[in-house]
């Protein structure tokens, strides 16, 4: 449990939110009598944390009014980091987790999915790929295979990075079941129990898992929508040695769809070489942009080998594959032994199917096809969230992905809309799965994954029947 007061963590909650502009200048906090019944604590603990937010420049009592965000001065602290907290893991939530094998069934449909839906993937051509692989080399299937991974396949790999301008050699790179076990080897060769990483605020809820998992504890770095995570905030968060690793998704962030700017990863890169602190990337939404143009991950800015530079073809071609890759730079030799250690290696055969397909040059045709749909769905559910939501309801246009954040006015109840909606068979993922301590709550993550067809409109009108619901009663 976090050892810290809950005035001090109730505190840094809103300061972070206040940093990360969720809440803006001049914008109204809820009452003391609201925080108490929302995070169920006593008036006297929430009056000690807004005393102390007052303290620090932050909020303002205004009499027979509230409290404010306060424009700060030049002299005010811009940032204050909340303190490093262990992952929880509200149980409610787990019925979201449960949700996953009907995410494309009758029973559960709508807005949760970020994998694109079976009649977008290549399945066909990959069903004749791998029969064929079969017949050829049957071989495949009683081999245990490198724990690297298969060298056609990497080679592959190393070609793809060629379009963001990367040099990644294929004997350097590690074959993985999907992003997620890339981010889990990585954490594992830097990492011990105890120790503390910095991750975005908000995060993706499989990362948060997954260190609660290891017993690692976090530092939530204030993250924007539309720019990604702030630089300064992480800068004043890495100037001693508590921070043993920085876990970043700088293209498309789930789950905010951020895109970190290229000065900002250059700024990045260099900062944690300077400072000896690895920079373990996921850029498994990097190739879902809408533009004409493939943002550069933070690897293409890498002088040093301190980025492990993670991704897959989990999201774009073959979920059920499991296939991604991990090129862990000055760290291989441990990331290797970890793979060895926990999986020993990936499935050769799929690896040669993938290599296979991107051999045949279908994987771009077939990409250009993929982010014009997901792109025209993106934009049929902004249309829907405009005609339909409460104006004041905040949202960006992300430039890329299949993640839409969703911040309603405090005192919204994004646990209440989910399992309402859930009832209903309509899916989507609720703020406080994107928070180690359970925040966001007056937050939801909408996927534009499924096709906008009629149904698909009908279901985000009625997800904006309960919005209104909930409006009404509060």
Same mark, same amino acid.
């Given at each position: 449990m976090d050892k810290q007061p809950l005035y001090q963590q109730l505190a840094d909650d809103i300061a972070a939110q206040i940093a990360s502009r969720v809440l803006r200048v001049g914008e109204r906090l809820p009452s003391l009598r609201d925080m108490k019944l929302r995070r169920g604590l006593s008036l006297s603990t929430v009056q000690q944390a807004f005393r102390l937010l007052e303290d620090q420049g932050l909020v303002e009592a205004r009499p027979q009014s509230g409290y404010f965000v306060r424009q700060r001065s030049d002299s005010t602290p811009?940032?204050?980091?909340?303190?490093?907290?262990? $992952?929880?893991?509200?149980?409610?939530?787990w019925s979201y987790v449960e949700d996953q094998s009907e995410q494309h069934t009758e029973r559960m449909q709508g807005f949760r999915s970020a994998v694109a839906p079976h009649d977008l993937l290549p399945t066909a051509q990959l069903q004749r790929m791998t029969l064929d692989c079969m017949r050829h080399h049957p071989d495949l299937l009683s081999d245990y295979g490198r724990p690297s991974g298969l060298p056609a396949f990497k080679r592959q790999?190393?070609?793809? @990075?060629?379009?963001?301008?990367g040099q990644l050699h294929p004997e350097q790179l590690i074959v993985t079941q999907?992003?997620? !076990? @890339?981010?889990?080897?990585?954490?594992? @060769?830097?990492?011990?129990?105890?120790? $503390? +990483?910095? +991750?975005e605020s908000p995060a993706y809820f499989s990362l948060l898992f997954t260190l609660k998992a290891l017993g690692l504890r976090v530092v939530e770095i204030p993250t924007d929508p539309v720019s990604g995570i702030s630089v300064d905030a992480l800068e004043l968060a890495t100037r001693d040695s508590a921070i043993k690793a920085v876990i970043l998704v700088p293209n498309f962030s789930n789950p905010l769809g951020a895109l970190m700017p290229d000065a900002a990863k250059e700024k990045v890169a260099d900062m944690l070489a300077a400072r000896g602190i690895p920079?373990?990337?996921?850029? $498994?939404?990097? !190739? &879902? =942009? =809408?533009?004409?143009?493939?943002?550069?991950p933070i690897?293409?800015?890498?002088?040093?080998?301190?980025?492990?530079?993670?991704?897959?073809? *989990?999201?774009? $071609?073959?979920? %059920?594959?499991?296939?991604?890759?991990?090129?862990?730079?000055? =760290?291989?030799? #441990? +990331? !290797? +032994?970890?793979?060895?250690?926990?999986?020993?290696?990936?499935?050769?055969?799929?690896?040669?199917?993938?290599?296979? &397909?991107? !051999?045949?040059?279908a994987y771009p045709r077939h990409m250009r096809r993929l982010r014009?749909?997901?792109?025209?769905?993106?934009?049929?559910?902004? #249309?829907?969230? @405009?005609?339909?939501?409460?104006? /004041?309801?905040? =949202? *960006?246009?992300?430039? %890329?992905? &299949?993640?839409?954040?969703?911040?309603?006015?405090?005192? &919204? /109840?994004?646990?209440v809309l989910h399992q309402q909606a859930r009832q209903e068979g309509i899916g989507l993922a609720p703020g406080p799965l994107f928070s180690p301590r359970g925040g966001y709550r007056h937050c939801v993550r909408l996927s534009c994954a499924a096709a906008w067809t009629p149904e698909q409109q009908d279901r985000l009108l009625r997800l904006s029947q309960l919005v209104w619901q909930q409006y009404r009663s509060g």
């Open positions: 811009l940032l204050r980091l909340a303190a490093a907290t262990e $992952v929880s893991v509200d149980p409610l939530l790999i190393a070609r793809l @990075a060629l379009e963001w301008g999907g992003t997620i !076990e @890339a981010l889990n080897l990585a954490l594992r @060769a830097l990492t011990r129990p105890g120790d $503390v +990483v910095a +991750v920079l373990i990337e996921d850029d $498994v939404y990097g !190739e &879902f =942009y =809408y533009g004409r143009q493939r943002p550069r690897k293409a800015f890498d002088r040093s080998g301190n980025v492990l530079y993670c991704a897959s073809l *989990t999201k774009d $071609v073959a979920p %059920g594959l499991r296939i991604g890759w991990i090129d862990p730079g000055r =760290y291989r030799n #441990q +990331v !290797e +032994v970890q793979k060895y250690l926990s999986t020993h290696s990936t499935p050769t055969l799929n690896q040669a199917v993938l290599a296979r &397909f991107l !051999e045949s040059g014009r749909a997901i792109a025209s769905q993106m934009q049929g559910l902004l #249309q829907g969230l @405009a005609q339909h939501f409460p104006a /004041d309801v905040q =949202y *960006t246009a992300p430039q %890329g992905g &299949f993640a839409l954040w969703l911040v309603f006015p405090q005192g &919204f /109840d994004s646990l």
